[in-house]
């Protein structure tokens, strides 16, 4: 019988503060918050996995594959304009 290899586990995952990657605001406490939640992503063997799919689903709130909410704006605004471009 042949066996599926284990996904690695996410970085994230059994953290002692889950909240961690979902602060309030942007500067301030939540700037270093951000910036630590960005290193344990930047350690993740899902990393791109994890943005993608937080891309895909339209997550708005926390940290999701090293990018913060306003990065994940960027990238959908950057993409919808790009689509338009490319539809005129």
């Known amino acids: 019988m042949k066996t599926v290899p284990a996904q690695p586990r996410p970085a994230c995952e059994g953290t002692a503060d889950p909240d961690l990657f979902f602060p309030n605001g942007n ?12 290193r344990l992503c930047s350690l993740c063997p899902q990393l791109v996995q994890c943005g993608n799919d937080a891309l895909e689903r339209g997550e ?10 306003g990065e994940r704006r960027s990238l959908r605004r950057r993409a919808a304009r790009d ?3 490319e539809a005129v």
């Open 60 to 69: 708005e709130h926390g940290v999701w594959g090293g990018l913060s909410e």
């Open 27 to 38: 500067t301030g406490p939540a700037f270093l918050q951000i910036a630590e939640a960005k």
């Open 83 to 85: 689509r338009f471009t």
